[in-house]
């Protein structure tokens, strides 16, 4: 019998060209990217920098807003403002050289500062999938953060100055749905098998095998077998530590049974059920964060303008009160195995193989669960008054299968952290290394900039009068947060001697981090910064901290 | 006059304020003058070693620090997948060389800078070749690369009756990345943790049992790689070496593997994954790589221009998770094979009974060697004797009975010195051998 296979597909030029990211944010990632549109304001070598890192993954489309002319200063720091374009609009060339980069992405660029188009054509950014602000003064920031909150389109604002970068997100609400965690635990439901598995697990009688077939029989199989004989005798699944010692001894004890050449050595297989005992015995059926978004008012009130996510939530709620338990993921990790017993390799094309047999009970689980989902949540989606195709059947699979880590992000309004008194500085600043110091100096150069209209240090013989200014600055901020702790000299003191400087290096550092979290904010996957991060390239320390 | 120098020239005043400004942070012995941005622009010379991800990031970078007197080395061509992150490639470039390219674009883009291409590899050149330079870039994404520089470099070093003529270290700075992760290293040689120190930092690659892949494969990456070394060989569809890059030959691995996957009931085997398993594909983004690139430039930098004291001396990053970043002192090795000055002490159990090929197995699985092909000889009664050499056809024939052999066969003794040759490092190691047991019959 020969099965028919399938022939090599033909790879697009774009999947070639993408190969080496697809594999981490995947085709429907990538779909995202290219039909996000992002605004930068402001064309800083860091603002450059952001783009690059943006266009050339793909992102569909970019506008950069910059009313100033290139001086000679702007060639020196950035890479996208090319020697002879002194003179010249920033946003015109910064987009002709950064358009250069990616034939797939569309660019286009407002030669307008924008305070102008803040007072003209006030909700032009609010077309945007995300907003990115450069070097932006106080008095525009702070309209443009409220109206962006308003509107829950992301802002991120960042500053590069000397050895300092500053980067803060405002995210009104944000919804992942594949974190990608570093360690996933598994998820084998051994605890509250569903019908299908307790039957295929039941006809397994481990102490009916021979050693050979023992040997081949997948963890999990094993450590249904011992957990079911533990909660024979203890009424119960182990929880504490001292519970999973019995049911791991259990196993253990049962390795070496009818085995008297080689007691102390555990087959692989058994080792690997002693190690699931930790991680999927015990824990609570519904992580306590996705409980808690089963039960937020987003998803339990939906209107017609809730988006996919919460309405998938909805109907993930129904099928969690029903079942008691979250969609299964319909993965296995590795686990050692026989794909079929030795003994009968000939049977190869009949038998069902071991481990693969497991492998499509959960899959098939999964596949039946999701498609519950998707039956309600098109159903829900409907009853809203929302078209019907708002919701497909794989962005459903994807939502179920990653059920356990769905997560929301919701952060803060810089207008508000601006205009807030209540903010506790002083317990970071007590720890004389925290990065909180440099919160504070930039937001005192931003009150600088606003007041003198320039950077504090732009001029050689300006840096020692401009320490005392911003000192002052630093200090009434402080007396308004009411922290006693003053910020030395010598910190305010190397601001200054920066002049507004720009370092092409910090900026690239910083622009390749803010690139991440845009792609982040785009795609729906990853948790992103929250909120504010804060670099000092002097000693090459980072520190995040939520404002 | 010097760029530097030209009051009209207002270019580098982001530079200039970061140089010419005394600052509270600076190096202890750090003085403020145009010299320095004088120095950087025309003194100082710095090599970039690989034009990939992370070398096109780095030439941008350091060439707007100030830098001209760049040299960038690179032995490969540019690829159609290079694109979403070599930003200095255009599709027309495809098969062009990448160190050819990418000096090219940043002397025309950034007017003075004099970027030098060699399109070859590292081992090409010789000792002349790199100590010309003040500070060497690794932008690699080979450990064998990165540990033959390392190794360049260390043999540079001067010793004058023990002591470390500080002249003669050329510091590395050293850039990774992985997806979203990255790590940005600085190596004083001589003085500082260096690769070979902290070679259990680099994960072995994975690799599956041969009897999984043959008999019990579970996953699609087993039935992918049981055609790739299994049946590839015997088969050979073309008669020629398996070429991942090759598309008729990607395309046969994943047709018989989907066979095969079929076969067992496996699913999830896609041609994308084919291409990564037969190709040990890192995933690679724009981004990562412009971070790493941005913190080793501004090392460099640092380095140049003493304005700031330089990390010390690990820096690792990753932003699947927020943005982490932690630094830390990564440690000199007393014992290191590399940069330790003294040979490295194998103790023998059982030198009876272990033999030649044992010692080669554990030079190339132990974590603190991973060597890949050493080569082996010693002095026997002061006679230099080959014992194996994998490298050359004639002397393989010739030396392949000794693999066999036990180390008291061989005339191996007590404290004998073994002189190990291999492709991670461009000279000489030397392996001392200690014997466990005292009475050892010799032959």
Same mark, same amino acid.
């Given at each position: 019998?020969?099965?028919?296979?399938?022939?090599?597909?033909?790879?697009?030029?774009?999947?070639?060209?993408?190969?080496?990211?697809?594999?981490?944010?995947?085709?429907?990632?990538?779909?995202?990217?290219?039909?996000?549109?992002?605004?930068?304001?402001?064309?800083?070598?860091?603002?450059?920098?952001?783009?690059?890192?943006?266009?050339?993954?793909?992102?569909?489309?970019?506008?950069?807003?910059?009313?100033?002319?290139?001086?000679?200063?702007?060639?020196?720091?950035?890479?996208? $403002?090319?020697?002879?374009?002194?003179?010249?609009?920033?946003?015109?060339?910064?987009?002709?050289?950064?358009?250069?980069?990616?034939?797939?992405?569309?660019?286009?660029? @407002?030669?307008?500062?924008?305070?102008?188009?803040?007072?003209?054509?006030? *909700?032009?950014?609010?077309? +945007?999938?995300? /907003?990115?602000?450069?070097?932006?003064?106080?008095?525009?920031?702070?309209?443009?953060?409220?109206?962006?909150?308003?509107?829950?389109?992301?802002?991120?604002?960042?500053?590069?100055?000397?050895?300092?970068?500053?980067?803060?997100?405002?995210?009104?609400?944000?919804?992942?749905?594949?974190?990608?965690?570093?360690?996933?635990? #598994?998820?084998?439901?051994?605890?509250?098998?569903?019908?299908?598995?307790?039957?295929?697990?039941?006809?397994?009688?481990?102490?009916?095998?021979?050693?050979?077939?023992?040997?081949?029989?997948?963890?999990?199989?094993?450590?249904?077998?011992?957990?079911?004989?533990?909660?024979?005798?203890?009424?119960?699944?182990?929880?504490?530590?001292?519970?999973?010692?019995?049911?791991?001894?259990?196993?253990?004890?049962?390795?070496?049974?009818?085995?008297?050449?080689?007691?102390?050595?555990?087959?692989?297989?058994?080792?690997?059920?002693?190690?699931?005992?930790?991680?999927?015995?015990?824990?609570?059926?519904?992580?306590?964060?996705?409980?808690?978004? $089963?039960?937020?008012?987003?998803?339990?009130?939906?209107?017609?303008?809730?988006?996919?996510?919460?309405?998938?939530?909805?109907?993930?709620?129904?099928?969690?009160?029903?079942?008691?338990?979250?969609?299964?993921?319909?993965?296995?990790?590795?686990?050692?195995?026989?794909?079929?017993?030795?003994?009968?390799?000939?049977?190869?094309?009949?038998?069902?193989?071991?481990?693969?047999?497991?492998?499509?009970?959960?899959?098939?689980?999964?596949?039946?669960? &999701?498609?519950?989902?998707?039956?309600?949540?098109?159903?829900?989606?409907?009853?809203?008054?929302?078209?019907?195709?708002?919701?497909?059947?794989?962005?459903?699979?994807?939502?179920?299968?990653?059920?356990?880590?769905?997560?929301?992000?919701?952060?803060?309004?810089?207008?508000?952290?601006?205009?807030?008194?209540?903010?506790?500085?002083?317990?970071?600043?007590?720890?004389?290394?925290?990065?909180?110091?440099?919160?504070?100096?930039?937001?005192?150069?931003?009150? +600088?900039?606003?007041?003198?209209?320039?950077?504090?240090?732009?001029?050689?013989?300006?840096?020692?009068?401009?320490?005392?200014?911003?000192?002052?600055?630093? !200090?009434?901020?402080?007396?308004?947060?009411?922290? !006693?702790?003053?910020?030395?000299?010598?910190? @305010?003191?190397?601001?200054?001697?920066?002049?507004?400087?720009?370092?092409?290096?910090?900026?690239?550092?910083?622009?390749?981090?803010?690139?991440?979290?845009?792609?982040?904010?785009?795609?729906?996957?990853?948790?992103?910064?929250?909120?504010?991060?804060?670099?000092?390239?002097?000693?090459?320390?980072? &520190?995040?901290?939520?404002? | 006059?010097?760029?530097?120098?030209?009051?009209?020239?207002?270019?580098?005043?982001?530079?200039?304020?970061?140089?010419?400004?005394?600052?509270?942070?600076?190096?202890?012995?750090?003085?403020?003058?145009?010299?320095?941005?004088? +120095?950087?622009?025309?003194?100082?010379?710095?090599?970039?070693?690989?034009?990939?991800?992370?070398?096109?990031?780095?030439?941008?970078?350091?060439?707007?620090?100030?830098?001209?007197?760049?040299?960038?080395?690179?032995? *490969?061509?540019?690829?159609?997948?290079?694109?979403?992150?070599?930003?200095?490639?255009?599709?027309?470039?495809?098969?062009?060389?990448?160190?050819?390219?990418?000096?090219?674009?940043?002397?025309?883009?950034?007017?003075?800078?004099?970027?030098?291409?060699?399109?070859?590899?590292?081992?090409?050149?010789?000792?002349?070749?790199?100590?010309?330079?003040?500070?060497?870039?690794?932008?690699?994404?080979?450990? /064998? &690369?990165?540990?033959?520089?390392?190794?360049?470099?260390?043999?540079?070093?001067?010793?004058?009756? !023990?002591?470390?003529?500080?002249?003669?270290?050329?510091?590395?700075?050293? !850039?990774?990345?992985?997806?979203?992760?990255?790590?940005?290293?600085?190596?004083?040689?001589?003085?500082?943790?260096?690769?070979?120190?902290?070679?259990?930092?680099?994960?072995?690659?994975?690799?599956?049992?041969?009897?999984?892949?043959?008999?019990?494969?579970?996953?699609?990456?087993?039935?992918?790689?049981?055609?790739?070394?299994?049946?590839?060989?015997?088969?050979? #569809?073309?008669?020629?070496?398996?070429?991942?890059?090759?598309?008729?030959?990607?395309?046969?691995?994943?047709?018989?593997?989907?066979?095969?996957?079929?076969?067992?009931?496996?699913?999830?085997?896609?041609?994308?994954?084919?291409?990564?398993?037969?190709?040990?594909?890192?995933?690679?983004?724009?981004?990562?790589?412009?971070?790493?690139?941005?913190?080793?430039?501004?090392?460099?930098?640092?380095?140049?221009?003493?304005?700031? @004291?330089?990390?010390?001396?690990?820096?690792?990053?990753?932003?699947?998770?927020?943005?982490?970043?932690?630094?830390?002192?990564?440690?000199?090795?007393?014992?290191?094979?590399?940069?330790?000055?003294?040979?490295?002490?194998?103790?023998?159990?059982?030198?009876?009974?272990?033999?030649?090929?044992?010692?080669?197995?554990?030079?190339?699985?132990?974590?603190?060697?991973?060597?890949?092909?050493?080569?082996?000889?010693?002095?026997?009664?002061?006679?230099?004797?080959?014992?194996?050499?994998?490298?050359?056809?004639?002397?393989?024939?010739?030396?392949?009975?000794?693999?066999?052999?036990?180390?008291?066969?061989?005339?191996?003794?007590?404290?004998?010195?073994?002189?190990?040759?291999?492709?991670?490092?461009?000279?000489?190691?030397?392996?001392?051998?200690?014997?466990?047991?005292?009475?050892?019959?010799?032959?």
């Amino acid at each position: 019998m020969s099965s028919p296979v399938p022939k090599s597909p033909e790879q697009s030029e774009k999947s070639k060209k993408y190969d080496r990211q697809l594999r981490l944010w995947g085709d429907h990632g990538q779909k995202l990217l290219e039909n996000a549109k992002v605004c930068l304001i402001n064309v800083t070598a860091l603002g450059t920098e952001i783009l690059k890192s943006l266009v050339l993954p793909g992102i569909g489309a970019f506008t950069i807003v910059d009313g100033e002319k290139i001086t000679e200063q702007d060639t020196g720091s950035n890479f996208f $403002l090319d020697n002879d374009s002194v003179g010249l609009s920033r946003a015109q060339v910064a987009t002709r050289c950064l358009l250069e980069l990616n034939p797939d992405v569309h660019g286009d660029y @407002i030669d307008e500062s924008p305070e102008h188009i803040m007072a003209h054509t006030q *909700d032009f950014f609010n077309n +945007f999938s995300v /907003v990115i602000a450069t070097s932006l003064p106080e008095k525009i920031l702070l309209p443009l953060s409220k109206q962006l909150w308003e509107a829950n389109v992301p802002l991120i604002v960042g500053r590069s100055i000397g050895f300092l970068a500053y980067l803060r997100l405002q995210i009104r609400e944000h919804t992942v749905i594949e974190v990608h965690p570093d360690n996933e635990i #598994p998820d084998l439901r051994l605890e509250n098998p569903w019908p299908a598995l307790r039957e295929h697990l039941n006809n397994i009688d481990i102490l009916k095998l021979d050693k050979k077939d023992r040997s081949h029989v997948p963890a999990l199989v094993i450590l249904y077998y011992y957990l079911d004989k533990f909660k024979n005798v203890y009424g119960g699944v182990p929880v504490t530590r001292s519970q999973k010692d019995v049911l791991r001894n259990l196993i253990k004890e049962g390795n070496s049974f009818n085995d008297e050449d080689d007691e102390n050595h555990l087959e692989e297989n058994f080792q690997e059920a002693i190690h699931y005992v930790n991680t999927c015995i015990g824990q609570s059926r519904i992580p306590s964060q996705v409980q808690a978004l $089963l039960d937020d008012e987003r998803c339990t009130n939906l209107t017609q303008e809730s988006s996919s996510f919460w309405v998938m939530c909805a109907a993930l709620r129904e099928l969690v009160q029903s079942d008691g338990a979250l969609p299964v993921r319909g993965s296995l990790p590795d686990m050692a195995a026989d794909t079929i017993n030795y003994v009968a390799l000939q049977q190869l094309y009949q038998k069902q193989a071991q481990f693969q047999a497991e492998a499509q009970l959960y899959q098939k689980q999964a596949q039946f669960q &999701a498609e519950a989902v998707y039956r309600r949540a098109s159903q829900i989606a409907r009853s809203l008054g929302q078209s019907p195709d708002t919701i497909t059947e794989h962005e459903v699979k994807l939502f179920c299968k990653h059920a356990s880590e769905l997560y929301v992000a919701r952060g803060s309004c810089i207008a508000e952290e601006y205009q807030s008194t209540a903010f506790d500085i002083s317990s970071y600043l007590e720890d004389p290394d925290s990065l909180m110091l440099y919160y504070a100096i930039i937001r005192g150069l931003e009150r +600088f900039i606003s007041e003198f209209n320039t950077t504090p240090g732009q001029f050689d013989d300006q840096v020692e009068p401009d320490v005392l200014k911003l000192k002052g600055i630093i !200090g009434k901020l402080l007396a308004e947060w009411g922290c !006693g702790q003053a910020i030395r000299d010598e910190r @305010i003191h190397e601001v200054c001697r920066y002049g507004g400087a720009e370092l092409h290096s910090v900026s690239a550092m910083l622009g390749g981090c803010a690139a991440h979290e845009i792609i982040k904010l785009i795609t729906h996957q990853y948790k992103p910064l929250d909120n504010t991060f804060i670099y000092d390239a002097i000693t090459t320390n980072s &520190a995040t901290f939520v404002l | 006059m010097g760029d530097s120098q030209d009051p009209l020239n207002k270019r580098w005043d982001h530079l200039r304020k970061i140089l010419e400004r005394p600052g509270p942070f600076c190096h202890p012995e750090f003085e403020p003058s145009p010299e320095i941005l004088d +120095f950087i622009m025309t003194g100082c010379k710095i090599l970039v070693i690989g034009a990939g991800g992370l070398g096109c990031e780095l030439l941008k970078d350091l060439a707007l620090m100030g830098f001209k007197q760049i040299h960038v080395i690179d032995m *490969d061509i540019i690829e159609l997948s290079n694109l979403n992150r070599q930003f200095l490639f255009r599709h027309k470039d495809i098969g062009s060389s990448k160190a050819e390219v990418a000096a090219a674009f940043i002397n025309k883009r950034i007017a003075g800078c004099q970027v030098t291409p060699h399109f070859c590899k590292i081992q090409d050149y010789d000792e002349s070749f790199y100590r010309q330079f003040h500070i060497i870039v690794c932008g690699l994404d080979s450990i /064998v &690369a990165r540990r033959w520089i390392n190794g360049m470099l260390i043999s540079l070093l001067n010793y004058e009756d !023990g002591v470390l003529d500080q002249s003669s270290v050329i510091p590395i700075v050293d !850039g990774g990345t992985e997806g979203f992760k990255g790590n940005a290293r600085v190596i004083l040689p001589g003085l500082s943790a260096c690769i070979d120190c902290t070679l259990d930092l680099y994960p072995p690659q994975i690799t599956y049992p041969l009897c999984t892949i043959a008999n019990t494969p579970r996953l699609p990456e087993h039935c992918i790689e049981y055609v790739k070394v299994i049946q590839w060989p015997k088969e050979n #569809p073309w008669g020629i070496q398996l070429d991942g890059d090759d598309p008729q030959h990607i395309g046969w691995i994943y047709e018989k593997s989907m066979e095969r996957a079929l076969q067992f009931n496996i699913t999830g085997l896609t041609y994308r994954l084919v291409q990564g398993v037969v190709k040990h594909i890192i995933p690679a983004v724009a981004s990562t790589n412009a971070v790493i690139a941005a913190v080793c430039a501004t090392e460099v930098f640092k380095l140049a221009t003493s304005c700031c @004291i330089p990390m010390n001396n690990y820096m690792v990053f990753n932003d699947v998770d927020g943005i982490y970043t932690y630094t830390y002192e990564a440690e000199k090795k007393d014992n290191c094979l590399a940069c330790s000055q003294v040979p490295y002490t194998i103790p023998i159990k059982d030198p009876a009974k272990y033999k030649l090929k044992d010692l080669i197995e554990l030079l190339c699985e132990s974590a603190s060697f991973q060597m890949k092909n050493p080569g082996l000889t010693t002095v026997i009664d002061g006679k230099n004797k080959t014992l194996y050499m994998s490298t050359i056809k004639s002397i393989e024939e010739k030396t392949k009975e000794n693999l066999s052999k036990s180390l008291v066969d061989l005339g191996l003794r007590d404290n004998s010195e073994v002189m190990v040759a291999d492709l991670t490092s461009p000279s000489t190691m030397v392996l001392k051998l200690k014997y466990l047991v005292s009475d050892v019959e010799m032959e």
